[in-house]
């Protein structure tokens, strides 16, 4: 893998030196990871202009969930506790004969990017931008790998639990259960936390789980998602409890579902993010629910659970190939519930099979 950072810190140099800086300092912790291996609490990473340093408040955790530091890559610890890693950058790349450092402004406090211009007066700083995220829009196929076991824990754990006894139990009570289950398969922990909506809750998106009991006939909708070696998948479905479902929840489970497929579908290199949206969004908004729908219809991910691409209205780009993402339309009634339907794929080229479906569990409408 030191080959793989190396690699990734060669071409974020580039993009800086294109812009007229010598130096770099990356803060957010995500990207820190993904050009060194592991974001130790507070870590930073200055690309020097002599050379790379992983700069830490501290001696790094050797917990192997934080991710292991790049072996070929210098660790500097600040030498007494309470600095600041990111003003030590700067007056790292200052003593490396840096004239210009390039930082993350949308990462870094006002009063942090102060005290990196009090301590380095010398140097010019300019704005990084995004350049970190957009070179981790494309994953590569260890990246993938590794959603691809995330997607597969959490396909475990939902499956355990819906061979369970649900009627009775609170929502609050499966998600802990669900995220235990998540660990307890390999997990580093959950990709966020775990959504369980049941009756009126349900298909409510990013709800938090209350001490509301499952009962006979309620949607149940689940959203959950598993950590692997920092990289986070996510999956949600939507079944019902205990009986036959009624015709409204039929018809609904069943415009969600083909709201669902149409967005996979166009999942393909060079299709535009807006188009995946509005594929999906056309057929909700068709039936009468447009104006209750979420801001966007996917989104990508990786490192983080919210990532780019965002699959919206007015999103601007194109898919690649061996980009992540989420297809996640629903439908919430308020007062009576609703459906969520929610996957993580990789955009492949029709040559090699279309979209790889990583969530496998079915979605199947099932009576549980």
């Not at 007494?80 to 870094?108: I, M």
């Not at 009090?118 to 300019?126: D, M, Q």
């Not at 649900?166 to 998540?182: D, I, P, Q």
Request: net charge negative; hydrophobic share 40%.
């Amino acid at each position: 893998m030191s080959e793989v950072y190396a690699t990734r810190r060669t071409r974020l140099r580039e993009r800086c030196n294109a812009g007229g800086s010598a130096a770099a300092l990356v803060s957010r912790p995500a990207n820190v990871r993904y050009l060194a291996g592991a974001a130790p609490h507070a870590a930073v990473l200055l690309l020097g202009k002599r050379e790379d340093l992983l700069v830490c408040a501290g001696p790094p955790d050797d917990r192997p969930t934080e991710g292991r530091p790049d072996e070929t890559l210098r660790l500097h610890t600040l030498p007494s506790p309470g600095g600041d890693p990111a003003v030590a950058a700067a007056d790292l790349a200052t003593a490396q004969g840096a004239d210009s450092l390039a930082v993350e402004e949308h990462h870094l406090t006002v009063s942090r990017h102060r005290a990196i211009g009090s301590v380095a007066p010398a140097l010019r700083l300019a704005d990084l931008g995004n350049a970190v995220e957009q070179l981790r829009v494309v994953k590569d196929e260890e990246e993938i790998s590794c959603l691809r076991i995330g997607a597969e824990i959490a396909d475990q754990a939902l499956g355990e639990l819906l061979e369970s006894i649900l009627v009775g139990r609170t929502e609050r009570h499966l998600a802990l259960e669900l995220e235990r289950r998540l660990v307890d398969h390999g997990a580093d922990g959950p990709a966020f936390p775990t959504s369980v909506a049941t009756g009126a809750n349900a298909g409510r998106r990013g709800h938090r789980p209350t001490d509301r009991r499952v009962e006979e006939g309620d949607f149940l909708s689940v959203c959950l998602g598993a950590t692997y070696r920092g990289y986070r998948c996510e999956i949600g479905r939507t079944f019902v409890i205990g009986t036959s479902p009624a015709d409204w929840q039929i018809e609904l489970y069943d415009l969600v579902f083909a709201a669902q497929r149409a967005g996979r579908e166009m999942l393909a290199p060079g299709a535009a993010y807006r188009d995946v949206d509005r594929a999906a969004r056309q057929v909700l908004d068709s039936a009468g629910y447009g104006a209750g729908l979420p801001a966007l219809i996917g989104h990508g991910v990786g490192l983080e659970i919210d990532e780019d691409p965002q699959l919206a209205p007015t999103a601007m780009g194109k898919l690649d190939a061996c980009v992540p993402v989420t297809v996640e339309p629903g439908v919430h009634l308020p007062g009576r519930g609703g459906v969520r339907i929610d996957d993580t794929l990789v955009v492949r080229p029709e040559a090699d099979g279309g979209p790889e479906l990583l969530t496998i569990t079915t979605k199947e409408l099932l009576a549980l």
